[in-house]
C-alpha cells in the first residue's frame, strides 16, 4: 500500500510540474514583448489606457489620431518612460491616409502582429435632431475606418502567417440605445463585419476579437458631440458614464481587452450592466425595445432646438461637471481628455 501511495505521489507531482512547464510556454507564446501593435484612437482616452499598457509588456505601440499635437503628446509621454512607440496623425475615414500610416508602421518595424481599431466618435441625441451627415460620420468612422486598416494589415499578417485584430465596438452594437442611434447604427454594423472576419481569417490564423464595452470612465464625454437640449444631454451621459454601478475604469477594459487579445477570444462583453442587457436582449427583444422606448420618456426632449451640435466641453451645467461626475473627470485628466 505504502509504494502505491508513493508511486500516485510521484505521479502526481510529475503531472503538476508538466502542467506548470506547460502553462509558462503557453504565457511565453502569448507575450506581447518585441510584437507590434497599431491603435487607432490611441492619443487619449482607452486607446492610450491600452497603448500605456501594451508598451509595459514590451510590445512596440504606434498609434494614430485626428490631431497631430495630441498623437505628440502621447508619444512624448510613452518614449519619455523608456517605451518604442510611434505616431502619427491619420484620419481612419481617409483610405489613402491609413494606408500610408501602415505602410510606415509595417517599414518602421518590419511586422504588424495586433491591430486595435478603436477611434471613434459619440453624437448624443433626439432622432430628429439627427442628421444624414451625422449617420454618415459615424458609419465611416466606425465600419469604413475599421475596413481601411484592416485591409491595409491583412497583407502583413498573411505575409508572417499570423495576426490578432481587434474591434472596439460597443453594447450599442448589440443593443440600440434611445439619443444614441447614429453610434448604435454604425457599432451594428463593424459587430457584424467582426464577427464575419472572424469566420473567414480564423484559418490563416489571424484572429479578430470583438469588444463590446457598456460605459467606461475614459474622460471622453467632454470630446462627445450633443444635440437637442445639450446641457441635459451631456448631464445624463456623463453622469451614467461616471458612476461606478453603471461604468467602468478605464485601466480594468484595457487589461480585460489585452487578455481577450491575448488569448484570441472571439467576443468580450465588458462590464456587468452590459452583459446583462445584451443577454435580456438575446432572450425577449421585443420586451427589450418595449422598456427602453420608456427609457426614451424620460430623456430630454428635441424642444425644437434644431439640429446644431454641441462639443462636450461647451455643454457643462450645475449637474455636470459636479461631484457626480468626479470619476470620469479624474478620468479624463488621466486620459487626456481635457
Not at 136 to 148: D, K, M, Q, V, Y
Not at 210 to 223: A, V
Not at 236 to 244: C, E, N, R
Not at 298 to 323: E, I, V
Amino acid at each position: 500500500m505504502k509504494r502505491v501511495y508513493q508511486a500516485l505521489t510521484i505521479a502526481a507531482s510529475v503531472g503538476i510540474i508538466a502542467v506548470t512547464i506547460g502553462a509558462a510556454r503557453a504565457r511565453r507564446r502569448r507575450s506581447f514583448a518585441g510584437k507590434t501593435v497599431v491603435i487607432t484612437g490611441g492619443s487619449r482616452g482607452l486607446g492610450l489606457e491600452l497603448a500605456r499598457r501594451w508598451v509595459a509588456e514590451g510590445a512596440r505601440v504606434a498609434i494614430c489620431a485626428r490631431t497631430e499635437s495630441d498623437v505628440e503628446a502621447a508619444v512624448a509621454e510613452l518614449q519619455q518612460q523608456g517605451f518604442d512607440a510611434f505616431g502619427t496623425a491619420c484620419d481612419v475615414t481617409d483610405r489613402v491616409q491609413v494606408q500610408r500610416f501602415i505602410a510606415a508602421v509595417g517599414n518602421r518595424w518590419g511586422a504588424i502582429d495586433v491591430l486595435v481599431n478603436n477611434a471613434g466618435v459619440i453624437q448624443t441625441g433626439p432622432v430628429e435632431c439627427m442628421t444624414l451627415a451625422d449617420y454618415r460620420e459615424a458609419i465611416e468612422t466606425h465600419f469604413w475606418g475599421p475596413l481601411h486598416t484592416i485591409d491595409s494589415v491583412l497583407p502583413w499578417m498573411r505575409a508572417q502567417g499570423e495576426g490578432r485584430i481587434v474591434n472596439i465596438a460597443s453594447i450599442g452594437g448589440k443593443v440600440s440605445v434611445p439619443h444614441l442611434v447614429p453610434y448604435s447604427a454604425s457599432k451594428f454594423a463593424l459587430v457584424g463585419l467582426s464577427e464575419g472576419l472572424r469566420s473567414e481569417l480564423a484559418r490563416e490564423h489571424i484572429w479578430v476579437t470583438t469588444i463590446c464595452p457598456g460605459l467606461m470612465r475614459t474622460g471622453s464625454p467632454r470630446n462627445a458631440f450633443f444635440k437637442g437640449q445639450h446641457r441635459a444631454e451631456y448631464a445624463w451621459f456623463s453622469i451614467g458614464d461616471s458612476l461606478p454601478g453603471s461604468s467602468m475604469s478605464s485601466r480594468r477594459a484595457a487589461r480585460q481587452i489585452i487578455e481577450a487579445c491575448r488569448h484570441r477570444k472571439a467576443e468580450v462583453v465588458l462590464s456587468l450592466p452590459a452583459k446583462a442587457a445584451s443577454k435580456f436582449h438575446g432572450l425577449f427583444p421585443g420586451t427589450t425595445q418595449w422598456l427602453l422606448s420608456w427609457v426614451n420618456r424620460l430623456l430630454p426632449s428635441a424642444d425644437g432646438a434644431g439640429t446644431r451640435a454641441y462639443k462636450g466641453s461647451d455643454s457643462f451645467s450645475s449637474w455636470s461637471p459636479s461631484w457626480l461626475t468626479s470619476l470620469t473627470e479624474r478620468a479624463a485628466l488621466r486620459n487626456r481628455e481635457l
